[in-house]
């Protein structure tokens, strides 16, 4: 068989073999963990692709993150499938069998090298530390980064090897410079993680490129000349570290120093190399979140610097005799470097989604590895060396279908994390979101006070377990819940939203003005937020006020029907009827199944003199809560109003049997009998 052959049937088990093991997350649900914030509540993601949605993902910070060509993805698959969670899985699917194959035919065209080139594209795909980016969709950016990455470090040794051959002008080899320069861009513009690609070219140039003076000084650039080579990638690298760094700290997810101490930060990162290495070679006890644990033990922390101290010793030592174990170390470390710890973002220790591009690096070293080892061994063990690895791609493979089995919910994906590690306080938090949503409150709330238990100063814990008690009708204990949250993190909008909603509900307006107004001040541009403040505004028949906050959120957010529905409610209180009218319709176009928003949009029609408008409104109050007594009423008065007074009577007996006490029924069925009579 020739080489194309050969590698286009590589190519295609390669392929197909992806797709198998990955098939079955096109079943599979949203995770409630970041899902619900990346695209099932994200109103942005869910209008679409347009201009306005698009300059949003540009110049956002949505949740402490900048990685405008992520949300764009994100965009057009909400486009393309909606609510269906097949759809943007089977994209992310798609996604990393492409990298799979790039991978193959990047190793392949860097090192002419094609078997081993296969195996590591295979471990890379079938790895179980692969499925928390394939199986979470809200993980795009991890596959959407790795795919302008690899086709940037293709475009890179295109430009090398047609520079190295002097090709003629038609044939210039900065345009491949240029378009790796772009694609490096666009994987920066998916997840701020390939800041570290400049770094990895300079690997590169030491292998598999050979360009460094060490290999050869015949016309080969000294060690400076390639460092000003990459200048414009790390200006590009240094642009976007310190946007990510702004919008991070600015989201709250960058914790200080007084939380965790500089030498803490330095204990997990060696930690978190020695864990990640250990479960690439033996990936048991995968979960996610992985929590930080407030103490390290000293043994381990000691056994990992030295482990991390002596892979690079040897890394170093080995360059001559085994470069490739030099470069591909140092891109496993230096990858991992802005999601090892040093700056701290969030509360895990590590994730399994953070080895996407780093573990390439590792598999690169024991591949190479074990084929120079295998070189010098007799031809019957050389001969039982394919079996091995095929043994282990086999092995890797059914592992990573068994851990995708935990992703097919976020009820079963939290409780294997918390069987798997221990006193994962974020696992529980997780698994009480998932409850909740499911209807399932009392144990939503028992989770999530075990989360509390295990970790105190637990803010989103505090708000979660706030949530659920306000939405029970405990508003009391809720609002000490949302203090709790905002007296460990002062800046906690949503915390400062919901105890404004809270304070509403106990109907202590003045506080939940004033709370709602800090979350605007924090927040200028959520639309629910201006919406509720709005609500109590208009409560306190602070009318201009409260128009002005319903203008503004729907400036932001026209789909936001509940604004809709109260600026009719102003207007219609100011003397605009007919365009109070038009915002109820608005309303009922956007909720269609709201009986309240029927309610009204029929009131305002029936004082527009539109007595059969209005009945086809009660009438689909009364088909969504048939024992609405004021539904029963308002249909009677629409009838009346039409000339059928037994009808309209019917409906007025029927509000008084569902509700004794109606505000004005009897006097009306009163009026009407007398006048029947």
Known sequence: ?????????????????????YWPVIGHQFIGY?????????????????????SWALESGYASNWHPLTWVSHMVDWQLYGPNPAGHHFTNLFIHAANSLLLFLWLQQVTRATWRSAIVAALFAWHPLRVESVAWAAERKDLLCAFFWILSLMAYSRYVRKKARSIGAEENPNLYYGLSLALFALA???????????????????????RLPIFSTEGRPNLKTLILEKLPFFSFAMMASIITFKVQQAGGAVDSLANTSIAFRFENAFLAYFRYVLKTVWPSHLAVPYPLESRLPVISVVAAVMFFLLACAAAVWLAK????????????????????????????????????IPSIGLFIVFVWGAVDLLARAPRAVRNVSWGAAVMVLAVCFVVARHQLGYWRNGEILFRHAIAVTDKNYLAYSSLATCLDEEGRVDEAIQCTVKALEIQPDFPEGHYNLGTFLLNSGKTEPAIQQFEMALKQNPRFVDAENNLGKAYQTDGRLDDA??????????SPNDPDILNNLGSVLLMQSKLPEAAVCFSEALRIKPELADAHGNLGVILMRTGHPQKGTIEFAEKVRLKPNDPEARLNYGLALLDQNQPVEAAAQFNEVLRLQPDSAMGHYRLGLALANQGKSPEAIAQCREALRLQADLPDARDTLERWTHGTN
């Open 34 to 54: 970041d899902d619900n914030e990346y695209l099932v509540q994200n109103w942005h993601i869910q209008s679409g692709l347009t201009w306005r949605a698009m």
């Open 513 to 522: 003005a004033a709370h709602l107004a800090r979350a605007r001040n924090e």
């Open 1 to 21: 068989m020739n080489a194309s052959k050969r590698t286009l049937w590589l190519a295609l088990v390669l392929g197909a073999g992806t797709a198998i093991l």
């Open 188 to 210: 920066l513009m998916s997840k701020p993680m390939a800041v570290t690609l400049p770094f990895v070219l300079l690997l590169m140039d030491f292998w598999p490129l050979e």
């Open 321 to 356: 005799r085994a470069p490739y174990v030099t470069s591909g170390w140092f891109w496993f470390a230096g990858t991992l470097v802005p999601v090892i710890g040093i700056v701290q973002v969030g509360a895990q220790s590590m994730a399994d989604r953070y080895t996407y």
